[in-house]
C-alpha cells in the first residue's frame, strides 16, 4: 500500500459500527455527552416549525428526534445512516429513515434543506472535502450547514501515561484502518468559509472524562471494541490497556480526551 492508497476499510464494516447491544450503549453514551451542546448550538441557528433538516450518519438517532420534535407539523426531517439498525424505531409522519451513504448516494428525497447536520461522520470519511461540497450542494438558499468533528488536541497534555497512550492507540488505529483525520477539524471553520458559507462560526465542547460518566463509558467502548486492532497494529500493550480501561471505570480519575470541534455556516440567499 502506498501513501496515497485508501485505507483498506471503511466505518461500519468491522472496525466501528454495527448492531450489537454495545454499539448502541456506545452511541447512547455519546449522546447524553454530545446533545446538550448540540441542541444549544441548533437552538441558535434559529431551527425551528417548518424546517426541513437532514441529519447526516444520525447513528442512534437522538438529534434527528430532537429535530422532528422542533419542526413538528409543517417542517419534516430526514435522518440518513449507511447503518440504519439503530433507527429503526424513529421514524414517525415528521421524520424520515434513510439508508444511505452520503459519499456515493444521489440527494436524499425532502431536500434542499433548511438545515443539515453531520456530527462526528465527516472526520471518518476519507473524502470529506468531496463530502462538505455535497452537503453545500444540498442546501436551500440560507439553509444551515452544521458539521461536528473531534479533535486530538488536548491528548498530548494528559498527565496519565496509560490513559494518554490509550487514546493515541485510538487515534491511530482509527487512521490506520479507516482513514479518520481527527486534526482535520482544527482547521476549522475554514472548510465552510472555503464553500462560500456566510455567518460562520465555530466552538469547541470539552467534556471531562471521568468520574466513571457518559464520556468514560464511551471511551472505554471504544477502547474495548478498537483493541484487537490495536494489538494488530502494535500501537499499546495489554498492560497498558488495561490501565486506561480501569482508569476509566474508576469514579475518582479525571481527564479530557478528544475534543468536539462544532462549525456552521449558511449559504447565501
Ligand atoms: C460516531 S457515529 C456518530 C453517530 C451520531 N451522528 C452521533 O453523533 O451520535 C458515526 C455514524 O456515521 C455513520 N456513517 C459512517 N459512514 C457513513 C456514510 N458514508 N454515510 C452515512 N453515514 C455514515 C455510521 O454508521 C455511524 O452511525
Redesign the pocket.
Known amino acids: 500500500m502506498t501513501d496515497t492508497a485508501p485505507p483498506p476499510r471503511?466505518?461500519?464494516d468491522d472496525v466501528?459500527?454495527g448492531p450489537t447491544d454495545t454499539e448502541r450503549a456506545r452511541?447512547a453514551a455519546?449522546?447524553a455527552v454530545?446533545d446538550p451542546t448540540?441542541i444549544r448550538v441548533l437552538d441558535e441557528r434559529g431551527v425551528g416549525v417548518g424546517w426541513r433538516c437532514l441529519?447526516?450518519?444520525?447513528?442512534?438517532g437522538?438529534?434527528a428526534a430532537w429535530l422532528a420534535d422542533r419542526v413538528t407539523g409543517a417542517g419534516h426531517v430526514v435522518a440518513?445512516?449507511?447503518?440504519i439498525r439503530?433507527l429503526d424505531v424513529l421514524a414517525g409522519p415528521d421524520l424520515t429513515v434513510l439508508r444511505?451513504?452520503?459519499?456515493?448516494d444521489p440527494a436524499p428525497a425532502g431536500g434542499p434543506f433548511d438545515l443539515i447536520h453531520?456530527?462526528?461522520?465527516l472526520e471518518?470519511?476519507p473524502d470529506r472535502e468531496y463530502?462538505l461540497d455535497r452537503l453545500r450542494d444540498w442546501l436551500q438558499p440560507g439553509g444551515v450547514l452544521v458539521v461536528?468533528s473531534i479533535v486530538k488536541f488536548p491528548l498530548d497534555s494528559s498527565p496519565h501515561p496509560a490513559f494518554r497512550r490509550a487514546m493515541h492507540s485510538i487515534d491511530e488505529a482509527l487512521a490506520r484502518t479507516i482513514g479518520t483525520d481527527s486534526a482535520w477539524a482544527r482547521g476549522f471553520p475554514a472548510p465552510l468559509q472555503a464553500r462560500g458559507l456566510v455567518d460562520v462560526g465555530v466552538s469547541v465542547h470539552l467534556p471531562t472524562t471521568g468520574g466513571a460518566g457518559a464520556s468514560a463509558q464511551c471511551w472505554a467502548l471504544t477502547l474495548t471494541r478498537l483493541r484487537p486492532h490495536i494489538r494488530e497494529l502494535g500501537l499499546a500493550d495489554d498492560d497498558t490497556l488495561d490501565e486506561a480501561l480501569a482508569a476509566l471505570a474508576d469514579p475518582a480519575f479525571f481527564d479530557l480526551s478528544f475534543a468536539t470541534a462544532i462549525a456552521w455556516g449558511r449559504a447565501p440567499g
Do not use: K, P, Q
Not at 440518513?80 to 447503518?83: A, I, K, L, Y
Not at 453531520?118 to 461522520?121: D, M, N, T
Open positions: 471503511r466505518y461500519a466501528l459500527g452511541l455519546m449522546a454530545c448540540t441529519e447526516v450518519g444520525a447513528g442512534g437522538s438529534i440518513t445512516d449507511v447503518d439503530h444511505h451513504d452520503v459519499t456515493r453531520a456530527r462526528f461522520v471518518h470519511l463530502v461536528e
